[in-house]
């Protein structure tokens, strides 16, 4: 089992910057592709970063592509998401998620394990 913790949300206004973090614990986390997704009300979840176990692969959705970054930190067992120029369309829950597989993230957009999610809103 891998348990995993976001935090970092908050309401921001449009143009501002924040950092997700998801912390996670249980299984050997390098052993882990992490990805963001969010869903926003009334929407289907959607797929918005990916990286690889060892950082050597990313991968983001053309909605975030040049204003979010995804990291992590095996040493801390913990995922991020530097989002920047944040737009109301931005607003969702943020989830992350863990599978042993990248292409389990993307393209097929599963995870095996998942966190409670962070709500993000940006206020226009």
């Known amino acids: 089992q891998v348990q995993l913790v976001e935090s970092g949300g908050g309401l921001v206004q449009t143009g501002d910057s924040l950092r997700l973090s998801c912390a996670a614990s249980?299984?050997?986390?390098?052993?882990?592709?992490m990805g963001w997704f969010r869903q926003a009300p009334g929407k289907e979840r959607e797929f918005v970063a990916v990286?690889?176990?060892?950082?050597?692969?990313?991968l983001y959705s053309e909605a975030v592509k040049g204003r979010f970054t995804i990291s992590r930190d095996n040493a801390k067992s913990t995922v991020y998401l530097q989002m920047n120029s944040l737009k109301p369309e931005d607003t969702a829950v943020y989830y992350c998620?863990?599978?042993?597989?990248?292409?389990?993230?993307?393209?097929?957009?599963?995870?095996?394990?998942w966190g409670q999610g962070t709500q993000v809103t940006v206020s226009s």
């Open positions: 998620a863990a599978s042993r597989s990248y292409y389990s993230i993307y393209p097929q957009r599963r995870g095996d394990y």
């Open positions: 249980g299984r050997i986390f390098s052993n882990y592709a």
């Open positions: 990286i690889s176990a060892d950082s050597s692969m990313t």
